[in-house]
């Protein structure tokens, strides 16, 4: 499985980033889909995963501004990023994995993206 992210940039507090991956190979092993982050000098840490049933969960930290989604008929995956704070300053990853998102609570999941970067001004 192949994933690459795009979306990432600059953008001032209290503005809007859309992220979106895209997923290739043997994508028809996939179940849950997600997005880490890391900020510099952090562990990465799960902010965002949906199943492919549609389930979806969001930390704490980004419940009700950032919002996750999936097009499973063009392989896709994006994260609507709303209010955003320089707190939310990082590399921002797509991973998927076999797995429910149930099972990767805990876990890293098994595919991963290179990453595209997010950097908020205040």
């Known amino acids: 499985v192949q994933l690459v992210e795009s979306g990432g940039g600059l953008v001032q507090a209290g503005g809007s980033l859309r992220l979106s991956c895209a997923a290739s190979g043997s994508i028809f092993s996939i179940n849950a889909m997600g997005w880490y982050r890391q900020a510099p000098g952090k562990e990465r840490d799960l902010i965002a995963a949906i199943n492919s049933d549609g389930r979806t969960y969001h930390t704490d930290s980004v419940q009700g501004r950032f919002t996750i989604s999936r097009d499973n008929a063009k392989h896709t995956l994006h994260l609507q990023m709303n209010s955003l704070k320089p707190e939310d300053t990082a590399m921002y990853y797509c991973?998927?994995?076999?797995?429910?998102?149930?099972?990767?609570?805990?876990?890293?999941?098994?595919?991963w993206g290179k990453g595209t970067l997010v950097t908020v001004s205040s």
């Open positions: 991973a998927a994995s076999e797995l429910e998102v149930a099972s990767i609570l805990y876990r890293d999941m098994e595919y």
